[in-house]
C-alpha cells in the first residue's frame, strides 16, 4: 500500500510564533553581553536549529557568549511557556487543513527546529498530538537544511521518497526537501518571501491552508 507522507514545518507554517521567538533571543543575546539583533534578522532564521540561528546573529560571538546565549533562550522560552505567556497560534485554516489530508489518507509528519519539549507542548496545546505519527526535532538531528530529519520521518512511517512532501515557510525547508529528494512546496504566510521559496527550488507556493489541500488532494 502507497503512504502519502506530508511533512510539516512548525514555526511560521502551523504556529505563528515569531513573537515568543524574538522575545526569547533578545533575553538571551542580553544574557550574553551581545547586541540585540534586529527582530526582521531574528524572523529570518526561524527553522533553523538554536545554535545554528545564533551563528547567523552573532558571527563574532565567542564560544562562552553562544553557549551562554543557547542557555538563556531555553530557560526564557521555558519560563514564558510555565507562566502562561507563550504565544503560538494556529494559523488561521490549519485545523482544517490537517483534518481534510487525514480524511484523505494521508500520513502526517513534523520536521522542525523546535526541541521536542517545545514540539510537544505546542501540538498539545492546540490539540494535534493525535494528528503527526513522526516527530523529528532539533535535540535529535542536524539542523535544516540538513535532510536527516526528513530521512527520519520517511523511514520511520515507512514511506518512499517519491510520496512524501515537505511543507515550509522557509528556504532551509525547501532547501532540506531537495537535499532528500522530497517534493518541496512553500507557504507564503509565514517568514520568507515566496519568490525566496520559489528561487530554493519550490515546486508550487500555497496561498492559504486551503490552497495547500487543494495542491495535495
Partial sequence: M???LAVFDCDGTLVDGQASICEAMEIAFQTADLPPP???DIRRIVGLSL???LGHLAPDASGRQRAA???AYKDAFRTSRLEGRLQEPLFQGIKPLLDRLLAADWTLAVATGKSDRGLYSCLMMHGLSDHFVSCQTADRHPSKPHPDMLHAAIEEVGASVAD??????TTFDIEMAKAAGVRPIGVDWGYHTPAELTGAGAEAIAASPSHLGDILI
Fill in 69 to 71: 546565549a543557547v542557555d
Fill in 51 to 53: 545554535p545554528q540561528a
Fill in 38 to 40: 534586529d527582530r526582521h
Fill in 164 to 169: 512524501a512532501v515537505m511543507i515550509g515557510d
Fill in 2 to 4: 502507497t503512504i502519502k
